[in-house]
Each structure stands twice: as C-alpha cells, then as structure tokens.
C-alpha cells in the first residue's frame, strides 16, 4: 500500500474530502456510538450491583477523583485529530503524536508519584485496590463498539497506517471506556487508576491495532 495507490490520488484530488467533513463524520459516529454503549453499559454495571456511586457529585470536585475522567478525556481529544488526520494518505505522525504520548504518559507519572513515599505493603495494596480485574475488563468490553465504530469511519478514508490509525482509535475507544467506568469505580488512588486506567487504555490500543491491520488493508 503506497501513495501512488490510483484510489488514494483519485481520494487525494476530491475537493470535496476534506478535514473539515472527515472531522465532522468521526465525532458523529463517535459520539452515537458512545452515547447507547455508556447507557447500556452502565446499565449492566447496575444489574451486577455496580451502580453510579452515590457520591458522585460530592467528590467530582477533589483532584483525585475527577482526574480519573479529566486525563482520558485528554487522552481522547489529543488522540481524536491524529486520527482524523490519518484519513487522509498525506499525513505522518513524527511530532503529530507527541500530544497523545505526553496524556498518555499523565496517569503512570501519577502512579509512581503517590507510591514513590510509601513502604512495600501500602504500596501492593494500593495498587491491588478492590477490583482491578473488573476494572480492566469492563474497560476491555466498553471499548469493543467504539473501535468498531472507529474503523467503519477509518475505511471512509484512505488510511495508509492502518496499525497506527487502529491503535490511536483503540486508545480513543480506551479512553471513553475509562470516563464511563469512572462513574462507578470507587477506587480513588492514582496508584490504582493511575495504573489499571492505563493498562485498559493501553490494551483497547492493542486491540484497535490488530482491527486496523485487518480491516484497514488496501
């Protein structure tokens, strides 16, 4: 797959493909995927006996607890225009990506950060919290139907980096997974989210990737 493709310089000379209309396109689809997943999935969430915590709104205002939703909302809007600009053939990533890396980077530095004073036995327990398996596997689930969503939007284009298109939507996927989960999660520790948010995030990533090198193929 390269740039002399006839279907990518026929893609490359329609003026009517332009950034403007393939941004548009993603953030509909995006966010009519991600409106019935987080009813649906919170709804799950509350017949497993896993409800909106009840403080919610008490505690959204302590740092703590809203960066668990802040930072992978920074994930998703720096991961969002990389790959809409993956859409088009010309794009490449080189210091493009750097945003991303940097709110990707953001929950690990803050794990690290709060166990760096504490002794081995806090630390473990920290980390472990209560529920990092449903953490990472409700993330994991949420994720599924926004990739998909994604790359029915990413085929629209003509993406010649389908693993980095993929594993960018995945991480996008990860991150809105993450914000909906953190209505329930009542594990307030960066240690915690710092680390299971990322490795979920991380993984959604790892899954895009593998449906980018599929489905993205030329």
């Given at each position: 797959m390269t740039q002399s493709h006839p279907?990518?310089?026929?893609?490359c000379a329609d003026a009517k493909v332009t950034s403007g209309s393939l941004s548009r396109h993603y953030w509909t689809v995006l966010v009519l995927a991600a409106l019935p997943i987080a009813l649906?999935?919170?709804w799950i969430f509350h017949l497993a006996g896993a409800?909106?915590?009840p403080d919610y709104f008490d505690l959204i205002t302590n740092a703590g607890v809203a960066l668990k939703q802040v930072i992978p909302l920074m994930i998703l809007l720096t991961g969002a225009p990389i790959i809409i600009m993956l859409m088009r053939p010309e794009t490449r990533l080189s210091g493009n990506i750097l945003p991303l890396v940097a709110a990707l980077s953001i929950l690990?530095?803050?794990?690290v950060w709060t166990l760096a004073p504490l002794t081995g036995e806090l630390r473990f327990s920290l980390i472990q919290g209560d529920g990092f398996v449903q953490c990472l596997l409700s993330i994991s689930a949420l994720s599924v139907g926004l990739i998909a969503a994604q790359?029915?939007?990413l085929r629209n284009g003509a993406v010649t980096k389908p693993i980095a298109a993929g594993a960018i939507a995945g991480a996008a996927a990860g991150a809105i997974s993450a914000i909906i989960y953190a209505f329930i999660c009542t594990e307030d520790s960066p240690a915690f989210y710092g680390l299971w948010y990322t490795v979920?995030?991380?993984?959604?990533?790892?899954?895009?990737?593998?449906?980018?090198?599929?489905?993205?193929?030329?």
């Open positions: 279907l990518i310089e026929e893609y649906i999935g919170l409800s909106v915590r690990p530095i803050m794990m790359i029915t939007v979920g995030i991380l993984f959604a990533g790892s899954i895009g990737a593998a449906a980018g090198k599929i489905f993205l193929k030329w």
